[in-house]
C-alpha cells in the first residue's frame, strides 16, 4: 500500500473529475464519517498492487499494521490502473459517484435490464437527463426510483439528446451494477 | 613471343635489379595490350621474366656455406622507398616553455656535478647523492613564525611531495595538449590489440575504489593510440558503429555499478581512502510515506492541492452557464 505519486494522482483526479467538475474538492476535503476517532480526518487514496482505493486516514492509520501480501484492500476500491498504466473506473465507485456527479441520466423501467447487461444507453431508453450535461462528461445511470445503476460517458450533449434518433446512443457504459454478477471473479 | 629468345636476353641485362630490397624494374617496358585477357598473359609474362632475372641476380652473389644451406648477404638497397607514415606533426609548445618565451628566458647547460655547501663535497646535480639533499640537512633553526607541534622535516617532504604532483599533472596535461591535436607517437604494442571499451572498463572494475584521475594516468598511453584507433573507419560499418568515446558520466556510472556488483550490494565493503559515496544508492524512485502523523502527510496534501488546483484552474471555464442564461432572457418590451 502506498499514496499515488504525481502522475497516478493526475490520472485518477481527472477522470473523476468528468463526473464531480469542481465538487471534486468537497469529495476530497470533506471530514470522514465513519470510524471511532473522535476527531474527523480526510479521505485520502491509496495504491495497493493496481487498485486504487479511497480510505479516510483513520482506516488507512490501522491498515499499516497489515502486512503487505495479507492486505486485500483499504476502504472502498475506486479504480485500478491497467498493465500499460492507464487508470479505470470501476464500478466499485459507483456509490461515491452518484452521491458526488453534476450529470445524471434516468432509465426507463422496462430499458434498466439492457444497460445492467452492459449495452450502451439508447435514447429510447432515457427518461430524463440532466440539462447542462455536454459530450464527454460522466454521467451515473439511475432508475426512476432514484437507485444508481452504473455510469458512463455522455455521447451527446443534453440538446443533442432531443433531436437524435432514437436509436443513437446517449450514454457510452463504463460500469453498471451487473458486474457484480456477470464479473465476478474479475472484480476482486 | 615474336622478338624471339635473343630479344629477351638484351632486355634482360637492361633490368634494374635491387638485391637490397629484392627487386627487379624494366624500365623500357610498354605494355601493349587490347583486352582484359590479353593485359593479363603481358603482366605474367613480364613478371616471369623479372623474376627470372632477380633470381639470376641472387644466385650470381658468392654464397658462404652454413649448415642450413648457402647463405648470401644481401647489398645495401638502391632504390629509396618513399615514406609510409606522415611526418610527425609539431608538439604544441608546452606551458613552460610558453612562459619561457615571453620572460625572456634561455636554456642554461648545468654541469654534471656541483659543490655542495652543506657536506662541502663534489655531488650530483640529481639522482642519487646529489646537491641540496633533504637527508643531508641536520638541524632546521625554528622560525617565530613556526607553531609548537610542526614537524618541519615533514613539512619540507609534503612541500617536495606537492611540488612534484603539481609537475606530474602539468606534465600530463602537455601530453594531452599534444594527443589532442595528434602531435604523439603512436604506440605500436597497443594499436593492433587494444580495441575501445573493453581496458577502460576491465580497469574500472578492478580498480573501482582509486580515484580516477590515477585511472586515466595509467591508461594515459593508451589513450593515444587508442584516439587514432577510434577514428579510423571500420571494415564495414559507418562512423556511427564506431564505438563513442566514453565519458566521466560514463566512467562514473560504471564504477557505482562495480562497487555495488557484490553479494551484498557494495554495502560492507572497505572503501579507500578518497572514494566517494555511490551517487544513487539502491532506490531510485521515492515513494511518499503511507501514514505520516494523523494519516494524510503534509507532503501528500501538498501534492494533491497542487494537482486538484491546477485541474480545476484549467477547467474553469464554464462559469456562464449559457442554457440557463438563454432561458432567463426577458423580451424587451
Redesign the interface.
Known sequence: ???L??KE??QV??KL?KFT??N??HL?ERPAVEGPDA?P??Y?L?LNRNRVYYA???L??RA?AVSRPRLAGVGTPIGKFTHHGAFHLTVHALDLLAAHARRRVWLKPDTERSFLFGNSVPKSSLARIT??TKVGDGVVVMSMADVPLGFGIAARS??DCRKADTNAVVVLHQADAGEYLRKEEELM | MAEGPAATTIAASSYEVDLGNLMAYDPSHHIAAASREELRQECLRKGTELAQALADALFALPPNEDRDGPIVHLSLPTVRLPREKHLPKPKPPTKWELFAKVKGITKRKKNKREWDEQTQSWKRTYGYDRVNDDKDIPIIEAKSTDEPGVDPFAQRRDEKKKRVEKQEKNRLENLKKAAKIGALPRLLSFTSKCCFPPPLYYECLFVSGRNLAELQLSNIFCMQSIQLAAKALPIIGTKADLPKKSRKEDLESVVGMASSATASGGKFDEKLPDEKPPKHPGKHRKFLPVAEGKGMGSLEKQQNDKILNSLLARNSDEPLDVGKASSRIQPLT
Open positions: 500500500m502506498r499514496p505519486d504525481e494522482t493526475t483526479f481527472e473529475f467538475g469542481p471534486l474538492k476530497l476527531e480526518g480526510r485520502c491509496r479516510s486516514e483513520a488507512v492509520r499499516t440539462e447542462n443534453a440538446q
